[in-house]
């Protein structure tokens, strides 16, 4: 069974940075395309980033430039580090394989609030 473990998230001011990571205890990790997802509260859950593995990489255009995904296949890790973050980056930040294939991890929070 997949287990998809979120962490990093937090409260940071518009303009702020977080960092979040994510464990993935799958097989095959390297050749999945992996993708970290965000639902706002009243919205559906999106597609935020995608990475292949070969790390090519994919963003939604309201984050492109500010947010950067990035995968350690050894350690079975992807990261997205968010910068310049906005109210609207407000959401519940979860990863999975891209298109979503595995059951949904707790998530981690993001708040971004003056």
């Known amino acids: 069974q997949v287990h998809l473990v979120e962490s990093g998230g937090g409260l940071v001011q518009p303009g702020g940075s977080l960092r979040l990571s994510c464990d993935a205890s799958?097989?095959?990790?390297?050749?999945?395309?992996m993708g970290w997802y965000r639902q706002a509260p009243g919205n559906e859950r999106e597609l935020v980033a995608s990475?292949?593995?070969?790390?090519?990489?994919n963003y939604r255009d309201s984050v492109e430039g500010r947010f950067a995904i990035s995968r350690d296949n050894a350690k079975k890790i992807i990261w997205l580090q968010m910068n310049s973050l906005k109210p609207e980056d407000t959401a519940v930040y979860y990863c999975?394989?891209?298109?979503?294939?595995?059951?949904w991890g707790q998530g981690t929070q993001v708040t971004v609030s003056s």
């Open positions: 999975n394989t891209a298109p979503a294939r595995h059951s």
């Open positions: 799958m097989t095959i990790f390297n050749l999945w395309v």
């Open positions: 990475i292949n593995n070969e790390g090519r990489t």
